[in-house]
């Protein structure tokens, strides 16, 4: 079975510190996804990655930014958190070679506060 | 990327079959249907995907409609580990998807 960890499952932080949230999958993945999920507003795409080193904005990057140094982890970063980041984040892989890239398996989701 | 409409909630007794509708009625040729389920607390979970033809696997059962405007989940002997949040998607670009709403299924005793 596909599994997606994430370092954490409950983070709290202050304002203004700086937040890594890690990710990490053991099925050799080429595409990796970093979402929120906020009620009333669904999950929502922050970043994605389709290769070590490669990154794309999704459709709420403001604020994040990520990195894939290795193909197994895709790591999101808060550079300077705030109130308004506190939110459920998910992260997500998939392959091209397993049915289409859309066919995304997630890990169990961080609940990031910022207080 | 196509947009999908889905009822916000239904109930299911359990044991019977739940049917979920979605509509997708600006599909482009390219773009395959996917479902996925959110139980409470944890990440979604993919449940099935299909082009044009009918699909099934251990989880369920997907019927699209000939023109693929729309499409149904099937979940044939609904348990109460069933209730969560059952999203359709209908994507063909990697990273592009949107996750609505979807529709809460509630499976009742």
């Known amino acids: 079975d596909v599994k997606v960890t994430q370092s954490s499952r409950y983070l709290v932080k202050r304002t203004g510190e700086k937040v890594f949230l890690e990710c990490v999958q053991d099925m050799d993945h080429e595409n990796m996804f970093w979402y929120r999920q906020d009620p009333g507003l669904g999950l929502r795409l922050i970043y994605f990655s389709y290769d070590v080193k490669m990154k794309e904005k999704g459709d709420i990057p403001e604020g994040y930014s990520v990195s894939r140094e290795k193909k197994e982890r895709f790591s999101l970063i808060l550079e300077s958190a705030s109130t308004n980041q506190t939110s459920m984040y998910l992260c997500?892989?998939?392959?091209?070679?397993?049915?289409?890239?859309?066919?995304?398996?997630f890990g169990p989701g961080t609940r990031l506060t910022v207080t | 990327d196509a947009k999908t409409t889905q009822p916000p909630s239904m109930d299911c007794a359990e044991g019977r079959a739940a049917n979920l509708p979605c509509n997708h009625s600006t599909i482009s040729g390219n773009e395959y249907v996917y479902w996925y389920r959110q139980i409470h607390s944890q990440g979604p979970q993919y449940i099935i995907h299909g082009l044009k033809n009918n699909e099934t696997n251990e989880m369920a059962s997907l019927i699209i409609t000939e023109d693929r405007k729309s499409s149904t989940l099937i979940l044939p002997h609904a348990t109460l580990r069933d209730t969560a949040v059952y999203y359709c998607i209908v994507n063909a670009n990697a990273g592009k998807s949107t996750f609505g709403d979807g529709t809460t299924l509630t499976v009742k005793p």
């Open positions: 997500a892989s998939s392959s091209p070679r397993t049915g289409g890239r859309l066919e995304q398996y």
